[in-house]
């Protein structure tokens, strides 16, 4: 049953809520303590009533007209629905004014007294309904078509809390601390019965389903204590403000203990597998565990809330002599003493996580194991169903690592089996090299701890930046995705922000390619961050021979700017010769003349020059070209700044059809220097040439049995369209049952697809070749297998003889009539058009005099004044609102009676009047119906009366009849309640078009 949404449940649960209100007065030790109580209460069978009071709408009537709909169009519609429950909430309040020693935030003892606020909350709810349906059709000569249907949903609620909160205050009325002693046990058991008989052209289907959920959660004994880090006034300062905003800004911490337990229990069973080609049984499912455990919980306190005053009101507390108060509604305030909330909310999560925590595991494995059975994933040959998690974190050190990645829940995973991919900034996916496989081309790689080959629980990785995807000292968003690649699933997915760092003396990395796009082969090399293999020395000096140093500009510049002269030529005519660093000599009148003499261009004022070379090889590693570049500040082939370079490798691109593999290598050297700076390792790539077979695929076709379907797409351009394709299928024996040939192929995308009938089950593979024109052996075979086998699913003969009778029958025009009888049924349905009350006010309760919220209360208002809907008598507002809530607010000795009532309630019996939950008053009237209810199943309830008729044979009621006696429509629920509400609404709405055309 689903809960209710309404104006009337919404106030209700609120003011539930709201009753949780202490009495509370701070002034310094009053010289006499207070006691109150108060409570709040509502019987859930008064919801029907409530609605009607508010929106015009007859439940029972409604539902009446919806079941008279069906009597007309000639099918039986029975709809009872009956719940029973009882929602309930108590406050007692007491002052102890004698002086009391706690000890503070400090660990030192502080002089107090106290005020408690003892909370009691029982809920409970029993639901049951009960949804049949029958309807037969007899043509002479044909065999009888039609359905029963029997549906029965119950529900049974409870909620019970118990709450002791007790808060010290020093004699200046500052707040140091409280105690709160907590208890809640929640449980819910819900059920669904659908007993359905479908028949038609001589065959009947069945369906016998049933499903229960039961869940259970309490955490029971916690004992909590709240010391603030310093004493705090907020009290007093609500009091003496109109508007107070209080934010806890040395809150100190909350500890406590605490007992939790958990149980749950969910079993399916009863689904007609074996009709749809399944084992009978195969989707029967049950799982059930109890978990118990204590413990025990410390975190740091915080909250805040504001305080806006309204009006000035009086309100009669009712201590049991009347106690006239004067309070201020509060429309933005919390509905009790906030501090009270702040902390059950601490309790509940500082305990719910910590038993969260201890028994996360024991409560995933049970799941775990019941969810395996259920698929068929136990045994020793079974792939265990995991539940992966992974904890990524932005990396804490100074190197090029993208993120530092834990593995903390799952199975162990061999690292040959994994794929890490990262995204940085929304860019191209990258995916990491795994351990041990680095290349210098990728992206990523993963720098494990915790062994190579396997990714065990525990260990984790770093995934290391090696292109520079996230640059030095930029922030950067980083998306991680772990695959398990045999079992194609994604393990986990997270997102971060990474600052990019470079390692110590980066050189950057090298990588190297070809490509056949030209007539040649061309060469290329590609330097990627962070760091460079090049130097910047920036500006080259010459040394004079007397030591001293100018720039190597004013070199051979016709002055001399060495005080000796020896920058320039002699200016007798002799010659001058500068020896460059292979040793060879030119003129000095060839220095800083815009062209390079000597081979490291060092007569140009070079200081570094570096030498690219490029490699091509053949698969066997057969050296087949060479290409070498050179790099310098000027004269040379590339500037240093350059990342990228080319060169023709003089190898013709290869031109027969298929695949073939080159390999590159390529390597910066310092020139002249006998080893490299920074080297790529061999990068080797298959490359094709002519039209390539994208796919190819065999299947169990879906269209029919003993089928095999086949197709494959090739692309192809204006160049290569000179190839024959053929397709043919063998069986397991290797018989040819299929085969076609195509001579040519179109520019672009070239695909067929067929289906081949075979006649007996096994392997069936498909070969798809493509041969060139000419050639005798194909250039490309593509083969894929598939596996035919007698199909046994789909529906059984008899449902499919059931639904296809039952298609073809008037069943139809029995629905249409139906629709159209519903449809005038409800122009009798009349809504309220305007709401009762064209005001209303939330009203907190707050008294200055007691420094606490002293109640709440609801009021509305039209044209004739002002109601109290319900909370405490208040001056200026009637009691006797027009529309009515029936919300029970009871305060003093009622209160008191009602307390200790409910206080050792601690079942659906002791909340609810489980006697008057009699489902027999629904069996009754469904008898009376005319309806056979002997294999009818109803939740367990308590022992019914025998009724009987007074007539030997009576004449049963219509269902419109009986729907109209209160007995069969005692309850409405929730999922009725928002259906009803949509079709008045609907109906209200086309009722006032018409209207308004025929005023037209």
């Known amino acids: 049953m689903n809960t209710r949404s309404s104006l009337p449940s919404l106030l209700i649960t609120t003011l539930l809520l709201a009753a949780l209100l202490p009495l509370s007065s701070v002034s310094a030790a009053p010289a006499e303590a207070s006691e109150f109580y108060y409570g709040v209460e509502y019987d859930w069978s008064s919801v029907d009533t ?29 709809i009872g629905q009956l719940q029973t429950g009882s929602s309930n909430v108590y406050v007692h309040h007491t002052e102890d004014i004698s002086t009391q020693t706690i000890m503070d935030a400090s660990d030192n003892p502080v002089a107090v007294w106290s005020r408690t606020d003892d909370v009691t909350l029982r809920h409970g709810i029993l639901a049951d309904s009960i949804l049949q349906t029958d309807w037969s059709e007899t043509v002479f000569g044909s065999p009888t078509t039609g359905f029963d249907v029997d549906i029965v949903q119950s529900l049974e609620q409870v909620l019970t809390v118990d709450i002791s909160y007790t808060e010290y205050l020093d004699d200046n009325s500052n707040l140091i601390g409280a105690d709160m002693e907590f208890s809640m046990d929640m449980s819910a058991a819900i059920g669904l019965n659908i007993d359905a008989l479908f028949e038609g052209d001589n065959e009947e289907f069945p369906i016998d389903f049933d499903s229960e959920l039961t869940l259970g959660y309490s955490i029971t004994d916690s004992s909590s204590e709240w010391r603030l880090g310093s004493p705090d006034p907020v009290y007093a300062e609500v009091s003496s403000n109109e508007n107070f905003h209080w934010e806890c800004e040395d809150c100190g911490s909350i500890d406590g203990d605490y007992t939790g337990a958990v149980d749950y229990s969910f079993s399916v069973s009863g689904i007609p597998t074996e009709d749809f080609g399944l084992d009978a049984g195969e989707f029967d499912f049950e799982v059930t565990d109890t978990l118990t455990d204590s413990g025990t919980f410390d975190m740091d306190a915080e909250g805040e809330f504001n305080f ?22 509060c429309e933005t305030c919390p509905p009790g003493n906030p501090l ?67 593995f903390m829940q799952g199975q162990d995973l061999n690292w040959d089996n994994i794929q890490v991919q990262v995204t940085v900034d929304g860019s191209y996916p990258a995916t990491c090299s795994n351990p041990g496989t680095y290349d210098s081309g990728d992206r990523c790689s993963i720098e494990s701890w915790g062994g190579e080959s396997m990714l065990m629980v525990g260990s984790g990785f770093h995934i290391v930046d090696n292109f520079d995807l996230c640059p030095e000292n930029e922030t950067c968003e980083v998306a991680i995705t772990i695959s398990d690649m045999e079992n194609y699933r994604t393990l986990d997915y997270s997102n971060l922000y990474v600052t990019g760092g470079t390692p110590a003396n ?74 460059c660093e292979d040793g060879t000599t030119i003129d000095w009148s060839l220095l800083n003349n815009y062209q390079a003499d000597c081979s490291q261009n060092e007569d140009e004022g070079v200081a570094n020059h570096y030498t690219f070379q490029m490699n091509l090889f053949d698969s066997d590693n057969t050296p087949l070209s060479s290409a070498e570049l050179t790099a310098c500040e000027y004269g040379c082939d590339h500037d240093t700044d350059t990342t990228y370079w080319s060169a023709d490798s003089g190898i013709p691109a290869p031109s027969t059809y298929g695949s073939y593999t080159m390999c590159t290598e390529s390597s910066i050297w310092e020139t002249g220097a006998s080893s490299p700076i920074i080297e790529s390792s061999s990068f080797c790539e298959d490359n094709w040439v002519g039209p390539r077979l994208q796919y190819s695929d065999a299947y169990s076709a879906p269209d029919g049995d003993m089928m095999v379907g086949w197709d494959y797409q090739i692309y192809g351009d204006d160049a290569y369209t000179d190839v024959t394709t053929t397709v043919t299928i063998h069986d397991a024996n290797n018989n040819v049952v299929f085969t076609q040939s195509i001579s040519e192929l179109d520019s672009g995308y070239n695909s067929d697809s067929g289906t081949v009938s075979v006649l007996e089950e096994g392997d069936y593979c498909l070969t798809v070749s ?35 009778a039952l298609a073809d029958s008037g069943l139809e025009s029995v629905l249409e009539a139906f629709g159209e009888n519903l449809e005038d049924r409800m122009q009798t349905i009349e809504p309220f058009e305007e709401f009762p009350y064209n005001d209303g006010m939330w009203a907190p309760l707050w008294s200055n005099e007691h420094a606490a919220m002293v109640g709440v209360g609801v009021y509305v208002m039209d044209d004739n004044g002002a109601y109290t809907l319900t909370g405490p008598q208040t001056q200026g507002y009637a009691n006797e609102a027009p529309a009515k809530l029936s919300i029970r607010y009871l305060t003093g000795v009622a209160a008191n009676a009602q307390t200790n009532g409910m206080a050792d309630a601690t079942t659906i019996n002791d909340i609810v009047e489980v006697d008057n939950h009699n489902l027999a008053d629904i069996t009754a009237d469904l008898e009376e119906a005319g309806i056979d209810v002997s294999n009818l199943t109803l939740p367990q309830t308590t022992p019914t009366n025998d009724q009987t008729s007074g007539d030997d044979n009576p004449t049963p009621p219509t269902a419109e009849d009986v729907a109209e006696d209160a007995g069969l429509l005692p309850f409405l629920s929730p999922v009725s309640m928002a259906a009803v509400i949509a079709l008045a609404g609907v109906v209200a709405g086309s009722r006032k078009d018409r209207t308004n055309k025929e005023d037209e």
């Open 50 to 78: 409530d609605l009607e009071n508010f929106t015009g709408l007859d439940v029972p009537e409604i539902l009446g007209e919806v079941m008279g709909a069906a009597d007309d169009a000639g099918f039986n519609l029975i």
């Open 308 to 329: 806006d005053k309204g009006d000035s009101m009086t309100v009669d507390l009712g201590d049991g002599d009347g106690l006239a108060t004067q309070v201020q509604s």
């Open 770 to 804: 493509m041969t060139g024109d000419g050639a005798s052996t194909p250039f490309a075979t593509e083969v894929d297998c598939t596996s035919i086998v007698q199909s046994t699913e789909g529906p059984s003969d008899r449902v499919e003889a059931v639904f296809g």
């Open 506 to 579: 980066s050189k950057g990395t090298l990588i190297s390619g070809f490509t056949d796009y030209s007539e040649n082969i061309t060469l290329w090399s590609q330097l990627h961050g962070p760091g460079t293999p090049f130097v910047d020395d920036g500006d080259v000096y010459f040394t004079c021979d007397d030591a001293g140093q100018i720039d190597w500009d004013a070199v051979n510049n016709g002055m001399n700017d060495c005080a000796d002269g020896s920058d320039e030529a002699p200016t007798d005519g002799s010659s001058k010769m500068f020896t």
């Open 340 to 406: 009270m909330f702040l902390m059950m909310g601490h309790v509940l999560v500082g305990s719910g996580e910590a038993f969260a925590e201890q028994i996360g595991e024991d409560l995933g494995d049970g799941i775990t194991e019941a969810f395996e059975d259920f698929f068929g994933l136990s045994g020793d040959n079974a792939e265990p169903l995991e539940i992966y998690y992974f904890s990524a974190e932005s990396p804490t050190d100074t190197e090029n690592h993208l993120a530092t990645v834990s």
